[in-house]
């Protein structure tokens, strides 16, 4: 399994913008999809973005299309996931997560997910 650790988070004012980073081990990173996803207190964890193994196929749902943006670079094994315009709805912890290794591209859903960062907060104030 790939270990994972997110940096970036958090306290922002509603408008602002904050880019989160998560730094992954392993000289096989360019194997694994990948996908962030948050979760806010009470509520079930959901998707937010996600990159299949080379980048070339990328998703985000549809509550932060057009706001975020998520991107990966292998050649430094880190994932990325700018985020502008953010909303107080945005507030939540964001985890990255990869698949198991070889599933070439991203899933939805977070049980297609094996390996998880320990997240990191952000916070949108109104």
């Known amino acids: 399994q790939v270990q994972l650790v997110e940096s970036g988070g958090g306290s922002v004012q509603a408008g602002g913008s904050l880019r989160l980073s998560c730094a992954a081990s392993g000289r096989t990173f360019s194997s694994y999809a990948m996908g962030w996803f948050r979760q806010a207190p009470g509520k079930e964890r959901e998707f937010v973005g996600g990159?299949?193994?080379?980048?070339?196929?990328?998703g985000l749902a549809d509550s932060v299309k057009g706001r975020f943006t998520i991107s990966r670079d292998n050649t430094k094994n880190m994932v990325y996931l700018q985020m502008n315009s953010l909303k107080p709805e945005d507030t939540a912890v964001y985890y990255c997560?990869?698949?198991?290794?070889?599933?070439?591209?991203?899933?939805?859903?977070?049980?297609?997910?094996?390996?998880w960062g320990q997240g990191t907060q952000v916070t949108v104030s109104s």
């Open positions: 997560a990869a698949r198991a290794r070889y599933y070439v591209n991203y899933a939805t859903q977070s049980n297609d997910y094996t390996s």
């Open positions: 990159l299949s193994q080379s980048g070339g196929s990328a």
